[in-house]
């Protein structure tokens, strides 16, 4: 079966960064529903259009194809007393945008803590960063008429929680 529209693949991949360090070693298969569901970067789908169980590439996405451009408006310095006593940098938590749905939802990361200052950051810790994505398609299958209406996959490799 080709990949196209409404299907579900599966990839063993790896991902590096433009100097070939290993960002992500792809430890577990990646299984996505193709089509414009946002499962996978789309340069990476535009690839996979077409190919079948086997086939093999390497796209190199530049940080728009990817995580974005670093943007310096997302880091901020707060006051101390915002934060629970026992945070460390490196530390992740989300900030609820202002919608109902999760899309406005922002991930930032402590990026530092001096005196009564934290600094915290809401870019990807990729952003800004060029990637080399390679993978292997290990299987293809038509996307069920309920994956397809939720607009992901479900099963062992997928999720489901409504």
């Given at each position: 079966?080709?990949?196209?529209?409404?299907?579900?693949?599966?990839?063993?991949?790896?991902?590096?960064?433009?100097?070939?360090?290993?960002?992500?070693?792809?430890?577990?298969?990646?299984?996505?529903?193709?089509?414009?569901?946002?499962?996978?970067?789309?340069?990476?789908?535009?690839?996979?259009?077409?190919?079948?169980?086997?086939?093999?590439?390497?796209?190199?996405?530049?940080?728009?194809?990817?995580?974005?451009?670093?943007?310096?408006?997302?880091?901020?310095?707060?006051?101390?007393?915002?934060?629970?006593e026992n945070i460390e940098v490196g530390m992740q938590?989300?900030?609820?945008?202002?919608?109902?749905?999760?899309?406005?939802?922002?991930?930032?990361?402590?990026?530092?803590?001096?005196?009564?200052?934290?600094?915290?950051?809401?870019?990807?810790?990729?952003?800004?960063?060029?990637?080399?994505?390679?993978?292997?398609?290990?299987?293809?299958?038509?996307?069920?008429?309920?994956?397809?209406?939720?607009?992901?996959?479900?099963?062992?490799?997928?999720?489901?929680?409504?």
């Open positions: 079966m080709q990949i196209g529209q409404d299907s579900v693949v599966t990839l063993e991949y790896s991902v590096k960064d433009s100097d070939g360090n290993v960002v992500d070693a792809g430890n577990m298969p990646l299984t996505y529903l193709h089509g414009g569901y946002h499962g996978i970067f789309l340069r990476i789908e535009e690839e996979l259009d077409g190919k079948t169980v086997g086939a093999a590439i390497e796209v190199k996405l530049q940080p728009e194809d990817a995580f974005g451009e670093y943007d310096a408006d997302l880091v901020t310095v707060e006051p101390r007393d915002l934060f629970p938590f989300e900030r609820a945008g202002e919608g109902d749905d999760d899309e406005d939802d922002m991930l930032f990361t402590i990026t530092d803590i001096a005196g009564d200052k934290v600094v915290v950051d809401g870019n990807h810790p990729l952003a800004g960063t060029a990637l080399v994505f390679s993978c292997t398609v290990t299987e293809v299958r038509a996307a069920s008429a309920e994956e397809v209406a939720h607009g992901h996959i479900h099963g062992p490799d997928g999720h489901h929680h409504h």
